[in-house]
């Protein structure tokens, strides 16, 4: 092996080495789960806006705030990203997809909404809607 491939490769252990220990240390263990879970399709996770203000003290702390709005505003493209900064692998599954707003289907949870005449809810409880 040639001596620059041999430091790339010393490289990248090093790396790998300093996510497994920020990972074992990191304060944020149990909300990178928790976007892990969202990003990968969990189907039986809290719902995002009670688990997002409970959480956003410690998110606000650790994040820079343009991650921390992004992921307050626009989780859809945020999630990947946060990931990807604590070094947490990921395989963003299709039902990650409704988080953005398939027709049908709640952006809370992913529930298939139900409609009734003027009325429209997710039975999970996310919201319940009346128009004229």
Known sequence: MSAGRARNVERRSDRQLERSIFRSVCP???????LKAVIEGEPAIERWSDWFSRNEGVLSAHLSRGQFLRLKLGRIKAIPEVLTKFGVPFTPSSRYEWLGGIPGRCRECGGEIQSQGNYAWCPNGCFKLHWH
Not at 28 to 34: D, R, T
Request: aromatic content about 14%; proline content about 0%.
């Open 28 to 34: 944020m263990k149990e909300q990178l789960a928790y």
